[in-house]
């Protein structure tokens, strides 16, 4: 990526990405989980590196997602987050948290 690529000012902070599963659409019910780590930016794709080694590219279809901390719990000490929705399919662990 050229030098001053627009999600260099993300490089090395603390990021959540919040996946977001839709339960119920009339009851405006959803699942969320969060995975926390350090933003890097490689080849111009935003990456998340979670403490346990794994990295976690952001889709393209997030980056219009990202917003810094608005003091929201789930979000921890995250400097940025970015919210990614879950297709219907995807099994999210029992340990989440469902809002209603």
Known sequence: MKPGGPLDYLEGRKFCVVFVKILDVLKEKVQLRC???RASIERGKLQIMAPSGNIFTVPSSAIPTIQP???TEILKDAEY???VKVDDNVLLDDGDIVVS
């Open 69 to 71: 901390n608005d003091g």
């Open 81 to 83: 987050y970015c919210l």
């Open 35 to 37: 995975l926390r780590g």
